[in-house]
């Protein structure tokens, strides 16, 4: 079997419940039985068994994109700190929000961990958060800090933003419940926009029918089941992970979908460039803004739908 050279998994298994009640979103305090959150970390290790058979010579990465928050849960925390250590994972990275206690964390290879933290406000404090944060700054892990751009949130993002070192990345989410209407007025995308400079990529989705995207080829979505496709989004099966050859389950092919609306996707779409400018931080979400890549944030973002 070939190595691939480079591949992430985006892994979504079971898991379907948080801890926190945001208004936003359809996992908000909802509860999993004992038989469901069972099944959820048998298909977590069935997983983290296969990535530590594959050979020391692999340079894999794993990114966790939960339904729902994970790092509650002690089957995802000991799944980070095992993969850490492992030599042919490069990276091990989570969209969470934060709300775990930390210490955990020591036990990782800090070095390859990646935290996409999303910080909810009224769901916890800002200072509850930040001390979380300052344990990641502490240990030197690579990690972005997200807000959803939520009118009613301005003010706590521009308190965020005063409250992070200039060094972490705070990105935004654009938020447009009502999509017949504009998400923004200009004076609130100039606001976000001077929070994120990378939050105009945010905003809208993209035309991508035929487009070249990395999604597939540099990148595979794995279902709890095994199942794989080449991202979250396109629901065509490419096969099982535990019962075909990796180099059979992964394409190079033009997307197949009309749009593409997510970051964790359209960062995949070549034309897009984002791949480069995000680098080893692509899966977290850490972006360091550089003079040299400046330009990126001003440029005419190609193909909006
Ligand atoms: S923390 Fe994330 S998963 Fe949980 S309710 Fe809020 S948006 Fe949903
Ligand atoms: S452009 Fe988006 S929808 Fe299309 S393959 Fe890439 S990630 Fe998937």
């Given at each position: 079997m070939l190595a691939p050279k480079t591949l992430s998994f985006l892994y979504r298994g079971a898991l379907a419940s948080c801890n926190y009640g945001c208004s936003y979103c359809p996992f908000a305090k909802r509860h999993e039985n004992y038989a469901a959150l069972e099944k959820d970390r048998q298909q977590l290790a069935r997983f983290v068994d296969w990535l530590e058979n594959r050979p020391a010579t692999d340079r894999l990465s794993v990114f966790f994109t939960p339904w729902g928050e994970a790092l509650v849960h002690k089957a995802y925390r000991q799944a980070m700190i095992q993969l850490s250590?492992?030599?042919?994972?490069q990276k091990v990275a989570i969209q969470t929000n934060l709300s775990c206690h930390m210490a955990w964390i020591k036990a990782a290879n800090t070095t390859k961990i990646g935290i996409w933290a999303t910080y909810h406000p009224g769901e916890t404090s800002l200072e509850a958060f930040l001390e979380r944060c300052a344990v990641l700054r502490d240990l030197a892990i690579s990690h972005s800090v997200g807000m959803v751009g939520k009118v009613a949130f301005f003010p706590d993002i521009q308190k965020m933003r005063q409250a992070l070192p200039a060094e972490t990345y705070l990105w935004i989410n654009a938020y447009q419940p009502d999509k017949t209407k504009p998400a923004y007025r200009e004076d609130e995308i100039a606001f976000l926009t001077e929070i994120d400079p990378l939050f105009p990529y945010n905003l809208g989705s993209y035309a991508c029918l035929g487009a070249r995207c990395g999604a597939g080829a540099r990148s595979l979505s794995i279902a709890g089941d095994g199942t794989v496709q080449r991202c979250h989004f396109v629901k065509q099966r490419l096969g099982n992970l535990y019962e075909e050859p990796l180099d059979s389950l992964m394409e190079e092919a033009p997307c197949p979908a009309a749009q593409c609306h997510c970051h964790i996707g359209y960062v995949y779409l070549e034309r897009l460039e984002l791949e480069a400018l995000y680098g080893e931080g692509l899966l977290e979400r850490n972006y360091h803004l550089t003079p040299a890549q400046a330009h990126f944030s001003q440029k005419e973002i190609p193909g909006r739908a």
């Open positions: 250590h492992q030599p042919q994972i």
